[in-house]
């Protein structure tokens, strides 16, 4: 199983990213997958999940209505836009299979997202 982050950066509040997490090794149209972070001092935190088909969504309330989560079935990639970004929004992102709560089977490497000014 491989789960692979990229589309980190630098960038200054109000900016926007997008994340990619190509996968390998596992069915990724039938799997559950999840977005977390980690910011600096803190512990792993769920930031948002999908369903296998995509129509379900999930969305840690700080995130709500700035993040997007998606995903391509026939690239076996799971993704993650972020809009108006806030300095807390500061972490390594990591994409993840099976997760319950923060403890999850599989987890990526992870991708740093910095955001300042």
């Known amino acids: 199983v491989h789960l692979v982050e990229s589309g980190g950066g630098l960038v200054q509040p109000g900016k926007s990213l997008k994340l990619s997490c190509v996968t390998s090794?596992?069915?990724?149209?039938?799997?559950?997958m999840y977005w977390l972070r980690q910011a600096p001092g803190k512990g792993l935190e769920r930031v948002s999940d999908i369903s296998d088909g995509g129509s379900i969504q999930y969305y840690e309330p700080s995130v709500k209505g700035r993040f997007i989560i998606s995903r391509d079935n026939a690239k076996n990639t799971l993704y993650l836009q972020l809009h108006s970004l806030k300095t807390e929004d500061t972490a390594v992102y990591y994409c993840a299979r099976e997760c319950n709560g923060n403890n999850c089977r599989d987890r990526g490497q992870g991708t740093q997202v910095t955001v300042s000014s």
């Open positions: 090794g596992f069915t990724f149209s039938n799997t559950w």
